[in-house]
């Protein structure tokens, strides 16, 4: 069983940076791979950004949705068993709540159905 809090979310101007932290517990939490998604009002959610890893010594995987790519970077801390979101030049349009989401996988997960933990999600609000 794994938990996942997410924090980090708030307002900010367009240009602006955030960060946001996914922090998990349960044993093994590196060998998970965790997405982040976000839901706009009255829009579906989607996919932004995924980590994982193939192999347990290989370096992690990455991938972005197209919309944020060169503009956000997902990294985690395994030591810490967290995964981070930096947001950098945000837009209006990145306005949503953010979630973290998390699957015992080795391969790249963008579905939302794909994932079986989540967390309670964090406000991102951009200014215009």
């Known amino acids: 069983q794994v938990q996942l ?5 708030g307002l900010v101007q367009a240009g602006g940076t955030l960060r946001l932290s996914c922090a998990a517990s349960g044993r093994a939490f590196s060998n998970y791979a965790v997405g982040w998604f976000r839901q ?7 996919f932004v950004a995924a980590i994982y890893r193939r192999y347990r010594w290989s370096a992690p995987n990455t991938d972005y ?3 944020v790519k060169g503009r956000f970077t997902i990294s985690r801390d395994n030591a810490k068993n ?3 979101l ?6 209006p349009e990145d306005t949503a709540v953010y979630y973290c989401a998390a699957v015992s996988a080795v391969v ?3 579905g939302p159905d794909d994932y079986d933990y989540w967390g309670q999600g964090t406000q991102v609000t951009v200014s215009s």
């Open 108 to 110: 790249l997960r963008v």
């Open 82 to 84: 967290t995964v981070y």
């Open 5 to 9: 809090v997410e924090s980090g979310g």
């Open 65 to 67: 949705a197209d919309s």
């Open 40 to 46: 706009a009002p009255g829009k579906e959610r989607e």
């Open 86 to 91: 930096q947001m950098n030049s945000l837009k």
